[in-house]
């Protein structure tokens, strides 16, 4: 065993939910002595010291970044690639930098660009945490425990900062996989992003009738767990959905062609074809659970 | 206040998990002096014997059916006519029948074909209630607790029919609703046929892709409560989708105009217009709630 981990500073750029829950949880396992962050909003700062979160509020991103050896950059998906150009010039050679993006190709597309010499510092990451509440105030040390964060190294990334990333979300809690950032993208289109869109339009397919109230009101336990991920963040999965947008796209294409299936059946009153169609999906979804470790909670986003 | 309800027997026809758990239901709360049951399988009446859920097994729908003060119907939707019309003879002019089926113009069209003069003794009943596991052995008295219940009583449906219905469900803990069959099978085609059919289509989409095992195990907590009702029994959602296939259809068509929507803004990069649409489902979901007494249990179907 290598001598146990710890860092001096983590620049935490973006204090909401997922990043000032990393440096909660980094302070609770005793990884990192001091926090640095940064947020455009005043208050987020406010609280976040408030909170403990970080020791310091730093006025720019670049000023969060300058000087730690560790960097998380916790920002909505759509300002990565600003954020990676602002904090380049500051970042110190040997400093292991994060994101906690939803999507990785277009995270990585963005570290090529800009991070320049910086580039094997980069460890892109994913750890599929979340809860219904976001905001600094919502934040919680244990909010990766038990959960899966997906690292998506570039060949650039160095193995120091590769092992370093694999062993801070370890000490965490997480369980951490390693996946290429089109594997990953690939899959979370599939699994995640194109059944947060179903919920969505569902839900819009719903509300958009004369009788949409109505029918809700009657809704019950199957509706409510169908539908619970449409009440997520807009700002994050307007972000997600775009960025993925390929992916999303060939997925939701699968889903129409299965979805075509059915209908035929149904108006065909093919009863035979229709049975073996809610088997095939009965039977998969009867024989899968969460893997690993990745159990619980209700109320976590992917 | 009248007096206490109380049947003579139950004539139960069906002792599956519904059936059986309103049997039982009644048995708890002293409703009824004795159950006779019938199950075209050997094994479940004996079962349904040895649980205490029926007194005494008939050989035939319309042997239970005879000589019982209420009497219900609880099979596979897609037999619902033939046991209408094989009992109809055997009714008591008095009695009060109901079924438990999740559609219902269906089950009152067969009611109008084949009830004759029985058609006042029947109340038309779709108690939301269900759990995973189906079958004899998993019935439990308490299934119906805290649930809802809708009958749909037809014009000739007798009212003291209707009040017995009112009563017996009310008093095995079920919140009790009327609506009309159109109604009914309208807003459950959008809250309850379609969400499930949608949940099955997004399953096997995902399962008839190469990659699909490999995306499954990737799967988190927002997948898991998204498809949970794909997992639901294939020969009951065979029966309710092929029931009510002019509502689920009007409701598909609507789910992929509000998803041609969401496609148009994803393709387009037009992110305002995207987040407006998830913004509208967000809203929608998060101020969504069940509604009297209906929390707890994630395992019950509808």
Redesign the interface.
């Known amino acids: 065993m290598s001598a146990p981990l710890k860092f001096k500073q983590l620049g935490l750029i973006g204090c909401g939910l997922m990043g000032a829950s990393f440096a909660l949880a980094l302070q609770k396992h005793g990884l990192v002595d001091k926090v640095k962050g940064f947020s455009p909003s005043a208050r987020t700062r406010e609280r976040a010291l408030q909170l403990g979160v970080i020791h310091q509020a730093a006025t720019s991103a670049e000023q969060a970044a300058e000087g730690c050896d560790i960097v998380l950059l916790a920002v909505p998906v759509?300002r990565t690639a600003e954020c990676l150009q602002a904090i380049t010039p500051a970042l110190s050679p040997d400093c292991l930098l994060m994101d906690v993006g939803s999507t990785k190709t277009d995270v990585v597309a963005a570290a090529a660009a800009y991070l320049d010499e910086r580039l094997p510092c980069f460890v892109p990451a994913h750890p599929?945490a979340g809860k219904a509440e976001a905001g600094v105030d919502h934040a919680e040390a244990d909010l990766y425990q038990d959960r899966?964060a997906?690292l998506t190294p570039l060949a650039q990334t160095g193995a120091v900062q590769l092992e370093n990333a694999k062993q801070v979300w370890t000490a965490i809690g997480s369980h951490v996989?390693l996946m290429n950032p089109q594997d990953h993208d690939?899959?979370?289109a599939?699994?995640?992003h194109?059944?947060?869109?179903?919920?969505?339009?569902?839900?819009?397919?719903?509300?958009?009738?004369d009788?949409?109230a109505?029918?809700?009101?009657?809704?019950?336990?199957?509706?409510?767990?169908?539908?619970?991920?449409?009440?997520?963040?807009?700002?994050v999965?307007?972000d997600i959905?775009?960025a993925n947008?390929a992916e999303?796209?060939k997925?939701?294409s699968?889903?129409?062609?299965?979805?075509d299936?059915?209908?035929k059946a149904?108006?065909n009153?093919d009863?035979n074809h229709?049975?073996k169609?809610?088997?095939?999906?009965?039977r998969?979804?009867?024989s899968?659970s969460?893997?690993t470790g990745?159990t619980g909670?209700?109320e976590?986003?992917?």
Chains 1, 2 share one sequence.
Not at 194 to 209: G, I, R
Not at 214 to 235: N, Q, T, V
Not at 277 to 282: G, P
């Open positions: 759509s599929i899966r997906i996989s690939a899959t979370f599939a699994v995640s194109v059944p947060h869109l179903l919920a969505f339009a569902a839900v819009n397919a719903l509300s958009a009738q009788q949409g109505a029918f809700l009101k009657m809704a019950g336990p199957g509706f409510r767990d169908f539908s619970r991920i449409a009440a997520s963040d807009p700002a999965w307007r959905l775009s947008q999303v796209i997925q939701t699968l889903f129409r062609a299965a979805l299936d059915f209908e149904i108006q009153h009863l229709l049975q169609l809610i088997e095939e999906a009965s998969v979804r009867s899968w969460l893997q990745l909670q209700t976590d986003d992917d």
